[in-house]
């Protein structure tokens, strides 16, 4: 049994319900769900759902429950069919899109100790902005798929969210500022969202209303 993505499209009420309360609740401690919500809290845009194979949309109430897989079906996927490994050929693809493509993934759980002893594999680029955050920073030029895998694994969890977009600039260490941020909201393709109690993911991709 494979995972599926499914298009929700711009007006799906559970998606966007779950959206917003993502971030907001991510935006009490992480500055990227923070600028992601101020920039895009009245925008529309499609959204798509990559989700196990067990889980009818239709009867659950909303996007941040989950299901329980089917009797005698094992709630593990086979290498490579899980809806993550969607996720990383979404990002993998993205990557490719642009030399400046980049993906910039928000955790704050993690300790900065933790990256030194990165060995299950390649470790991903990240940079720090203050004491409390670590944002990993995927790139086309190291976008290898099991660092990528690990990377999203490892951010993308309970009230943190990655954004797709584009930057000529990178950060040398920890970020001095927000401003990288700034720039990374700007640049906004997508955002990439955790859901179905963690065993699936969401793919906005806002548009702004240009009045």
């Known amino acids: 049994m494979k995972p599926r993505r499914v298009e929700l499209g711009a007006n799906d009420e559970k998606a966007r319900g779950e959206i917003r309360r993502h971030l907001e609740l991510g935006a009490c401690n992480h500055t990227l769900s ?19 194979p067990w889980v009818n949309l239709s009867q659950i109430a909303g996007y941040n429950v989950g299901s329980v897989a089917p009797p005698h079906s094992p709630a593990y996927y086979a290498p490579g069919e899980s809806p993550r490994d969607l996720l990383v050929e979404f990002v993998l693809a993205y990557l490719q899109t ?85 720039l990374i909201v700007e640049n906004t393709e997508h955002i990439l969202l955790s859901a179905f109690d963690d065993d699936g993911y969401l793919i906005w991709s806002p548009t702004v209303r240009l009045d």
């Open 98 to 182: 642009a030399a400046d493509a980049v993906v910039v993934c928000e955790n704050s759980g993690a300790a900065r100790e933790t990256l030194k002893i990165w060995t299950w594999s390649q470790p991903p680029r990240a940079s720090s902005l203050g004491d409390d955050e670590i944002y990993y920073i995927l790139q086309s030029s190291h976008a290898d798929p099991e660092m990528i895998d690990a990377a999203l694994s490892d951010s993308l969890g309970h009230w943190t969210a990655a954004a797709c977009s584009s930057s000529g600039e990178i950060p040398n260490g920890d970020m001095p500022d927000d401003s990288f941020l700034d």
């Open 34 to 52: 923070r600028k992601l919500l101020d920039r895009f809290s009245t925008a529309g845009g499609p959204v798509a759902a990559l989700i196990p």
